[in-house]
């Protein structure tokens, strides 16, 4: 086995990183005098800004921070560490401190750390986590942070690849609703409920049809409420700091999980070029399914910046967005955690507005969330509409809700978290496929806080039927998922989010499932009549509860369209009103999803029907939404 001269040196004084860097070789008087300039006025390390600029590689500053600190460097791939000193108990320790151990020789046990600076005088934990026998000495030598990821990602993959699949705890994971018993319990109230409106009409449409009623009365009323309110008062304020703020600007990890996505790569590597954020203080971890290699190699081909990088997601299951999402935040160092699709195109100053709107709040702020738009309604009626709703959803009811204090179901992109805190959750649930409105709940059970800041992102809206029927009812099915694991234990939810709360989530997720499988009995009650006579005489079974709830139907398609109007006119979208009023017409494809959603919670609760983006717009180009 090679030794390693771990004597320390004695010094008055340690040499400066910048002068070993020069004496090195590794970079230029010239280049270091510029990073320096940058130093005092971004405040980051000096490490940082020299691998940022791409004036020197990685491992040379590594290198030289360990002379620097007395520290033999190594090169793990040449000298990997002995495996017999690791266990499964290990990983967690290993990913807490970015160390792991290396060698045992000469008395003493020999930690490899990926940031040896941040160890300084944490002997004792190493000793105590690693149970490191009394008659052996501690210490740390450094090396890549690539290299140590590669390691570990090698060792323990099995052990990643449950963490990353059940780091949510299991009460408020829809993983226990995917097992075979809570499918067939729901397969066959499905079931069920189909048999009997079809043997007993008579019984079940009247109930049926008085539900569907309350549930739209409930959502004009929420509605209504959400117009009322001014979209302003709930968007965090986001100003520019009139001077520097003292210390480097917060770290930022950007989170971006693809799966076949090679034609995305282009735009994506673009759109992250265009972020206006210190390069040193922010990192892109680009989550890739194993094997997905047309997608690495387009990526590759793209040139990204040296401050994003690869990460493969370990094979194993379930193959869903939020275990690559889970798997990359065990490798992210950021302190604020962002989320992006690889289609989007975020405003250029949206980090900014992000970090000052952290900097601002206090520490139940855990998440921002930025709004999202469309910009390729050029490509036909389906994404004109599509753009409506997201006006409507950013504009009107997420602030509205916000006001009201609602929990807020996230969007699933163009959201930054404080990292204690989405640690504290136990990140995102790898069995939900729509981790993002669930996690928006929890952050309400938890006593924590959303906030809406005002900068866009565009997004790439789907052009044909069936792509939008397969989009939303991936949807739909992530929305039941989300309320049947909420509701399991209803008295706890209704403690943890208050009684406006629990109201607010029974009005949000019910209203949105009800929204589209009660459309079938309204054509039921307009146009059976009509053809073949009436099925049930609505008012003679409803009485005057059933003619004032009739009322409420008709209103809610035009309460619908004067909150998409309103919204409109708040996005400075007026181009797009005449196609709100056609979304009578639109809606009709929701039923096809709805069914669709519950027969896969059924069948495929965890079937990921993916959406394809990449296509170029058919006319215009993209463009990056406009700084406000």
């Keep these: 086995m090679a030794q390693v001269d771990l004597a320390?040196?004695?010094?008055?004084?340690?040499?400066?990183?910048?002068?070993?860097?020069?004496?090195?070789?590794?970079v230029s008087r010239r280049r270091l005098k510029a990073a320096l300039r940058r130093q005092r006025r971004v405040g980051a390390p000096l490490g940082e800004i020299l691998c940022a600029s791409g004036a020197v590689r990685r491992a040379d500053v590594l290198a030289a921070l360990a002379e620097q600190r007395a520290r033999p460097f190594i090169d793990l791939e040449a000298q990997p560490p002995d495996p017999s000193l690791m266990d499964e108990g290990d990983l967690i320790h290993c990913l807490q401190r970015r160390a792991l151990p290396w060698r045992r020789e000469e008395g003493r046990l020999v930690f490899a750390a990926a940031d040896p600076g941040a160890l300084m005088g944490a002997e004792l934990f190493l000793r105590r986590a690693f149970r490191v026998p009394r008659h052996l000495d501690v210490e740390v030598v450094a090396c890549a942070p690539e290299a140590f990821e590669a390691v570990l990602s090698a060792r323990f993959a099995p052990e990643l690849a449950r963490r990353a699949a059940s780091r949510t705890p299991e009460r408020l994971s829809a993983r226990g609703l995917t097992r075979p018993g809570p499918r067939l319990a729901l397969g066959a109230a499905l079931a069920g409920a189909a048999a009997l409106l079809a043997l007993a009409p008579q019984l079940a449409l009247p109930a049926l049809f008085l539900a569907a009623l309350a549930l739209n009365a409930v959502n004009v009323g929420l509605r209504l409420a959400v117009m009322a309110l001014p979209a302003r008062r709930s968007v965090l304020p986001c100003p520019a700091p009139a001077e520097p703020e003292p210390g480097p600007p917060p770290r930022i990890t950007l989170i971006i999980a693809l799966y076949r996505?090679?034609?995305?790569?282009?735009?994506?590597?673009?759109?992250?070029?265009?972020?206006?954020?210190?390069?040193?203080?922010?990192?892109?971890?680009?989550?890739?399914?194993?094997?997905?290699?047309?997608?690495?190699?387009?990526?590759?081909?793209?040139?990204?910046?040296?401050?994003?990088?690869?990460?493969?997601?370990?094979?194993?299951?379930?193959?869903?967005?939020?275990?690559?999402?889970?798997?990359?935040?065990?490798?992210?160092?950021?302190?604020?955690?962002?989320?992006?699709?690889?289609?989007?195109?975020?405003?250029?100053?949206?980090?900014?507005?992000?970090?000052?709107?952290?900097?601002?709040?206090?520490?139940?702020?855990?998440?921002?969330?930025?709004?999202?738009?469309?910009?390729?309604?050029?490509?036909?009626?389906?994404?004109?509409?599509?753009?409506?709703?997201?006006?409507?959803?950013f504009h009107v009811m997420l602030p509205g809700m916000a006001q009201l204090g609602f929990p807020l179901p996230l969007g699933g992109t163009s959201l930054f978290f404080r990292r204690a805190a989405l640690e504290r959750l136990g990140a995102w649930d790898a069995h939900n496929v729509t981790e993002d409105a669930d996690l928006g709940i929890r952050l309400a059970r938890a006593g924590y806080v959303t906030g809406l800041i005002d900068s866009e992102t565009d997004e790439e809206a789907t052009r044909t039927p069936l792509a939008w029927i397969r989009q939303r009812s991936r949807w739909q099915k992530g929305y039941l998922m989300t309320w049947l694991t909420h509701m399991r234990a209803p008295r706890r939810l209704w403690r943890d989010l208050g009684p406006r709360g629990f109201l607010g989530f029974q009005a949000l997720f019910l209203g949105a499932a009800s929204a589209f499988l009660a459309q079938p009995l309204f054509?039921?009650?307009?146009?059976?009549?009509?053809?073949?006579?009436?099925?049930?005489?609505?008012?003679?079974?409803?009485?005057?509860?059933?003619?004032?709830?009739?009322?409420?139907?008709?209103?809610?398609?035009?309460?619908?369209?004067?909150?998409?109007v309103l919204a409109l006119r708040r996005a400075g979208r007026r181009n797009l009103i005449p196609t709100a009023l056609s979304l009578p017409f639109y809606w009709p494809m929701g039923v096809a999803s709805a069914l669709k959603s519950l027969v896969e919670a059924a069948a495929a609760p965890l079937y990921w029907d993916k959406t394809e983006h990449g296509r170029p717009p058919r006319r215009g180009l993209w463009k990056f939404p406009r700084s406000r």
Excluded at 8 to 26: D, K, M, Q, W
Excluded at 551 to 557: C, F, N, V, Y
Aim: glycine share 8%; with cysteine; charged share 20%.
């Design 523 to 564: 054509w039921a009650v307009w146009v059976w009549p009509a053809l073949a006579g009436p099925v049930f005489d609505p008012a003679a079974a409803l009485g005057a509860l059933g003619h004032a709830l009739a009322g409420a139907l008709l209103m809610g398609q035009a309460v619908m369209a004067g909150s998409s």
């Design 8 to 26: 320390s040196t004695e010094r008055a004084a340690p040499p400066r990183l910048g002068e070993i860097l020069v004496a090195r070789g590794a």
């Design 261 to 393: 996505e090679p034609q995305v790569a282009a735009q994506l590597i673009e759109g992250l070029r265009a972020l206006d954020y210190p390069p040193e203080r922010l990192e892109a971890i680009l989550a890739l399914e194993e094997g997905d290699e047309a997608t690495r190699a387009a990526i590759e081909a793209a040139d990204p910046p040296r401050w994003a990088r690869i990460l493969v997601t370990p094979p194993g299951g379930p193959r869903t967005k939020p275990r690559a999402l889970n798997h990359a935040l065990d490798f992210a160092s950021g302190d604020i955690i962002g989320v992006y699709d690889a289609e989007d195109r975020p405003e250029p100053r949206q980090l900014r507005k992000v970090a000052a709107a952290f900097a601002g709040s206090s520490a139940k702020l855990a998440c921002v969330q930025a709004r999202l738009a469309f910009r390729n309604e050029a490509d036909g009626w389906i994404p004109r509409c599509f753009a409506v709703e997201y006006a409507t959803w």
